[in-house]
């Protein structure tokens, strides 16, 4: 079995080998077992039923939430030359004829369905009479009211299991919450599934997060580093999306807003310039995302705090699913943090409360001190499996540590125990700093041993240690009113035994090291971007966006091994005898005409 799923993988989409799971995930499917596999964004999961369903007989059906993600995976497995097709309110009553049709004649082998189609009137019996080797779930976590997406038409999915009793359903999600992988199985019905959770780490999104000064300068920098690159900048507001998308367009970057208050023609229309690479930019609020698999996203930028990791998460993880180096760069301000307490509402329901402490660990995650990988994996209950990640600016020492990290975090913990515990951070800051501030004065706080012993740095930078010490758990904030608290953590630090880490405000994003980058070894830029500019031709004829010709590791590849012959060709990863045919003629003689024969 699994030399037959290898070489069907290299058959049609031109891999060598699994990435991590793949091959648990497709014998899972091969073996008929119930499955629910939860790996990242850009883990492979679509392969885990795709690679399977072409070694079986019969129809595999995949239920998906949205037209936009079921036409470009049709678009991609139709490139690859395989028979797919969907079904969607968006087709013709004739294009659906012909669909039909086509299963009839058993010409069909990956069919698309939205979750209202596959259990409308009649649809499940005839899935019965046609004969269909497996059901996979794609954005499984839909179904459970604690993801993100809950979407009621995915409750009635148990059906599928209820009715079609042996065929084998798998879910595929990329949700980290234990709660949320659970709920999958009860509420699909799932007969003792083979679970299967990847690692959450996306080792090639290098993460940058600083604090917001001036915010256009700091995101052009980033886009000076991505030139000709796809990029998403996500801002909390509307307002600012406009305002920023306006600046960046008259400085000459090629970008274009998108958000819900646009008109709907307007957002279809930059969406598709973004995905069809006409623009290198798109400036967004979240409403731009789901439904959005450009597998050659190099960059995302939040200008602005997101409300939660979960988040953070997802939207940064829509860089580089291809697997290349992409960066996730983040601007932050305490300022964010007040616009998402009103946008909230401080409701006092469990909801609220929980909405607020996930607020709390976001902000924490800005302000921490230590490898963004890791804190992230933590969050999601799973570590980081070595000491440096280098993939982040901690990691890739971009980022100063301050001078006498202990001496001062005593400074600061000594100074919250001083005021009782009774006070927030800036106060406390204010105290640290010696202010002369009306309140300190009259409640004798100018009188304790740790006033003013911070004095020689400035508030902002002492206000920041302060968050730092919070973010890595030596203080927390209790009450409603963020009051500061001493943990037995900072307690260690206090006696000594601990050393937290400072960083040195002042040196904050001055540097940015070029991370060695593997995906560019070897590979050849100038042919590269000959190649790319084909590919965005062959796609903006045939209406395809250009991922789904070729993705980028695949022009690297070429770009690197420069192929002159239809053989040679075949070997590229991410060519498979269809994409052979169709573009080893052109890609083949770009590369010859390049290198001069
Ligand atoms: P997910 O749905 O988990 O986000 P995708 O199925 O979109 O991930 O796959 C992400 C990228 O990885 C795609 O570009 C895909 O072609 C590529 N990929 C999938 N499986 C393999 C493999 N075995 N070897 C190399 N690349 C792969």
């Not at 040195?504 to 001055?510: C, E, L, T």
């Given at each position: 079995m699994i030399a037959n799923l290898k070489r069907v993988l290299k058959k049609y989409w031109g891999y060598d080998d699994f990435l991590p799971l793949q091959q648990e995930a497709m014998l899972s499917a091969a073996d008929r077992r119930d499955s629910v596999v939860v790996l990242p964004t850009g883990g492979g999961k679509s392969l885990c039923y795709q690679a399977p369903a072409m070694t079986m007989d019969g129809l595999a059906v995949v239920v998906s939430p949205l037209i936009s993600l079921m036409k470009d995976q049709v678009d991609a497995l139709t490139e690859c030359g395989i028979a797919a097709a969907r079904l969607d309110s968006s087709l013709s009553q004739d294009h659906r004829d012909g669909v039909f049709q086509r299963i009839g004649n058993g010409e069909v082998k990956i069919l698309y369905l939205s979750p209202e189609r596959i259990i409308a009137g009649g649809f499940i019996d005839y899935l019965k009479r046609i004969g269909v080797s497996m059901i996979a779930i794609d954005e499984?976590?839909?179904?459970?009211?604690?993801?993100?997406?809950?979407?009621?038409?995915?409750?009635?999915?148990?059906r599928l299991k209820e009715s079609l009793g042996d065929i084998p359903v798998h879910a595929y999600t990329a949700t980290a919450t234990d709660q949320v992988r659970g709920d999958i199985s009860v509420q699909l019905k799932l007969k003792d599934p083979n679970v299967l959770v990847g690692s959450f780490d996306r080792p090639n999104l290098i993460y940058r997060i600083q604090r917001r000064s001036n915010k256009v300068m700091q995101v052009c920098k980033v886009l000076d580093r991505h030139k000709n690159e796809s990029g998403i900048v996500y801002c909390i507001t509307r307002k600012n999306v406009d305002e920023l998308s306006a600046t960046l367009a008259a400085k000459g970057y090629r970008a274009a807003p998108y958000h819900a208050g646009m008109d709907a023609e307007d957002r279809r229309k930059n969406q598709d310039l973004f995905i069809t690479e006409k623009i290198d930019t798109i400036v967004a609020t979240i409403a731009f995302g789901m439904g959005i698999d450009k597998s050659n996203v190099r960059y995302v930028i939040h200008t602005g705090m997101p409300k939660s990791l979960e988040n953070y998460q997802q939207e940064s993880g829509r860089a580089g699913r291809d697997g290349l180096e992409a960066e996730c760069c983040m601007f932050y301000s305490g300022e964010d943090y007040r616009i998402w307490k009103i946008i909230l509402g401080g409701a006092e329901d469990d909801a609220g409360k929980i909405a607020m402490s996930k607020l709390t660990g976001m902000s924490n995650f800005c302000s921490s001190a230590g490898c963004r990988h890791q804190a992230i994996l933590n969050y999601f209950g799973q570590s980081l499996d070595k000491d440096n990640c280098n993939a982040c600016d901690m990691c890739l020492g971009e980022i100063d540590s301050a001078d006498k990290p202990l001496e001062t975090a005593q400074k600061i913990l000594s100074c919250v125990v001083r005021l009782e515990e009774r006070f927030g951070s800036h106060y406390t800051t204010l105290v640290l700093t010696g202010s002369e501030d009306q309140r300190i004065l009259k409640l004798g706080h100018d009188s304790l041993s740790t006033y003013g012993i911070l004095s020689e740095h400035k508030m902002r930078t002492v206000r920041d240690w302060v968050e730092q010490l919070i973010g890595q758990g030596y203080i927390e904030k209790t009450g409603e009113y963020n009051v500061l608290h001493v943990t037995p953590r900072g307690w260690e630090v206090l006696r000594g035994k601990t050393v937290p880490r400072l960083l040195?405000?002042?040196?904050?994003?001055?540097k940015v090291s070029r991370v060695i980058k593997d995906s560019w070894e070897g590979v050849d830029e100038g042919l590269f971007e000959v190649l790319r500019q084909l590919r965005k031709k062959i796609a903006g004829k045939k209406g395809l966006p250009a991922f789904v010709v070729f993705g980028d590791a695949a022009l690297r590849d070429m770009a690197r091994r420069k192929p002159t012959t239809h053989a040679q060709f075949l070997?590229?990863?991410?060519?498979g005898e269809a994409k052979n045919k169709k573009y080893g003629k052109v890609f083949v003689e770009a590369v010859r005409d390049f290198c001069g024969d």
């Open positions: 499984a976590h839909c179904v459970s009211m604690w993801g993100h997406d809950f979407r009621p038409e995915y409750r009635q999915l148990g040195k405000p002042a040196a904050r994003g001055k070997e590229i990863k991410g060519v």
